[in-house]
């Protein structure tokens, strides 16, 4: 910083990223000493109950690559992409007078397609669990 002083540069250009890279910096170091005394003073004591894999408690049996119902991912899935769908309107809600009428019939037509989305998924039964 006192290099970019005496030589006259715009310190504007050149020296703005100077605190972000000593904030980067701190961060990092801190990191790394905590992490380098909580190694070295941290008990040390490895016995075979901790070095098992945790599993809620619950003892393992039984093979882990059971078949899951489909019901559970296309649940997911549903819910992500109406979610993003969802997160579309909110351009529109911050910039609607500027968009004027363009963007209302926009808008409305990306409600349109979102209900025939929802009503072709309640037809085909996707929610249904009672299976």
Known sequence: MI???QTGLNTADNGSYLPVVIQVIF??????FLMLVTHLLGPKRKTTDKLQ????GIETHGDARQPVAIKYFLTAILFVLFDVEV???YPYAVNFKELGWNGFWAVLMFTGFFLCG???IIKKGALKWED
């Open 53 to 56: 894999t945790f599993a809620s």
């Open 27 to 32: 961060a990092v170091g801190l990191v790394v």
């Open 87 to 89: 997160i579309f309107f």
């Open 3 to 5: 290099y970019l002083l």
């Open 118 to 120: 929802f009503i072709y």
